[in-house]
C-alpha cells in the first residue's frame, strides 16, 4: 500500500511558475513508476510527466514539454514537477500516481495509487 500527499498547488499569475511535490509513504518508493496528470471540471483526466523508479527516464505530455520537470528524491520519497512558464490553460487539479507495473507511462489505468490532487489556477 502507498499512500500520496500533494502539496505546492496555489494561485498564479500567467508566466509565473510552481513547484508541485508528492510524498509517498512505504519502503519501496524507488520501486514505483511516478506520474503527474491533471483534470478539469467535465474532462477526463490527462497524462503530464512520468519517471521511471531510477529517475533516468522522464516522460512528458507535448503541452507541457519544454515548461515542465518531473524529478524525484528516492532518498526522501518524494516526486517534483517544476511547472514553470504557466499558462491559463495549465489550470486543473493536479494528482501524483504510483505504478508498479511497466505499460506505457500515460496510461491513467497503469496506476495503483493516487493522491487527493492539489488546484493549480493560472491567472490570465
Known amino acids: 500500500q502507498v499512500q500520496l500527499v500533494e502539496s505546492g498547488g496555489g494561485l498564479v499569475m500567467a508566466g509565473g511558475s510552481l513547484r508541485l511535490s508528492c510524498a509517498a509513504s512505504?519502503?519501496?518508493?524507488?520501486?514505483?513508476?511516478m506520474g503527474w496528470f491533471r483534470q478539469t471540471p467535465g474532462k477526463e483526466r490527462e497524462f503530464v510527466a512520468a519517471?521511471?523508479?531510477?529517475?533516468?527516464?522522464?516522460y512528458y505530455a507535448d503541452s507541457v514539454k519544454g515548461r515542465f520537470t518531473i524529478s524525484r528524491d528516492n532518498a526522501k520519497n518524494t516526486v517534483h514537477l517544476q511547472m514553470n512558464s504557466l499558462k491559463p490553460e495549465d489550470t486543473a487539479v493536479y494528482y501524483c500516481?504510483?505504478?508498479?507495473?511497466?505499460?506505457?507511462?500515460?496510461?491513467?489505468?497503469?496506476?495503483?495509487?493516487w493522491g487527493q490532487g492539489t488546484q493549480v489556477t493560472v491567472s490570465s
Open positions: 500516481a504510483a505504478r508498479s507495473g511497466g505499460g506505457l507511462p500515460y496510461r491513467t489505468a497503469g496506476y495503483d495509487y
Open positions: 512505504g519502503r519501496t518508493f524507488s520501486s514505483y513508476r
Open positions: 519517471i521511471s523508479g531510477s529517475g533516468v527516464s522522464t
